[in-house]
T-cell receptor, first 113, second 112 residues
Framework: NAGVMQNPRHLVRRRGQEARLRCSPM?????VYWYRQLPEEGLKFMVY????????ESGMPKERFSAEFPKEGPSILRIQQVVRGDSAAYFC???????????FGPGTRLTVT | DQQVKQNSPSLSVQEGRISILNCDYT??????FLWYKKYPAEGPTFLIS?????DKNEDGRFTVFLNKSAKHLSLHIVPSQPGDSAVYFC???????????FGSGTKLNVKP
């Protein structure tokens, strides 16, 4: 059973460009979560999604950031007009319909130049 | 505001001895707690969890203790092995809201 998959693993964007991060949950998992880890800090919750629904986006910045989990395909975290402060590791996690533990992907390291 | 705190950024332990990692929290509504281990360039891996109705949970070399009155939990690893060297994050969840609050991590180094 493949784990949570994220791509790309590394992404370099210039200021003002858009970044798209993808996450494929584990088979059978219908809940997806996105976290951000800044250098020397822990993981910060961003958003919790189920298929076609955003359940909790209380950790998402109000502007430039959006997330979706369509009926088909991976979950996408989209950052528009990136700035240097967006440079971080972005982790996706998934859990089954009765969620307890969350299983994490390897992360996408975003660097904004 | 940091609701989950790991005040020791690093810990060094000799192989075979006990490693004790600590975590404090401020939100009394947290009712589920987890420990994750993270190697460089990898995602966190679930290690062990505990519900607030318990005060201890054990899984092999790993034991988690929960002191609700002190809002404190700890992870004990005994005996410690060099392969345990990693960053350990504690996390807490409130009332099955599925949103985890993570501490800033403790980097454990187990010396051979």
């Amino acid at each position: 059973n493949a784990g949570v998959m994220q791509n790309p693993r590394h992404l370099v964007r210039r200021r003002g460009q858009e970044a798209r991060l993808r996450c494929s949950p584990m088979k059978g998992h219908s809940h997806v979560y996105w976290y951000r880890q800044l250098p020397e800090e822990g993981l910060k919750f961003m958003v919790y999604l189920q298929k076609e629904n955003i359940i909790d986006e209380s950790g998402m910045p109000k502007e430039r950031f959006s997330a979706e989990f369509p009926k088909e395909g991976p979950s996408i975290l989209r950052i528009q007009q990136v700035v240097r402060g967006d440079s971080a590791a972005y982790f996706c996690a998934s859990s089954p319909p009765v969620p307890y533990e969350q299983y994490f992907g390897p992360g996408t390291r975003l660097t904004v130049t | 505001d940091q609701q989950v705190k790991q005040n020791s950024p690093s810990l060094s332990v000799q192989e075979g001895r006990i490693s004790i990692l600590n975590c404090d929290y401020t939100n009394s509504m947290f009712d589920y707690f987890l420990w994750y281990k993270k190697y460089p360039a990898e995602g966190p891996t679930f290690l062990i969890s505990i519900s607030s109705i318990k005060d201890k949970n054990e899984d092999g070399r790993f034991t988690v203790f929960l002191n609700k009155s002190a809002k404190h939990l700890s992870l004990h690893i005994v005996p410690s092995q060099p392969g345990d060297s990693a960053v350990y994050f504690c996390a807490a969840e409130e009332n099955n809201f599925n949103k985890f609050y993570f501490g800033s991590g403790t980097k454990l180094n187990v010396k051979p």
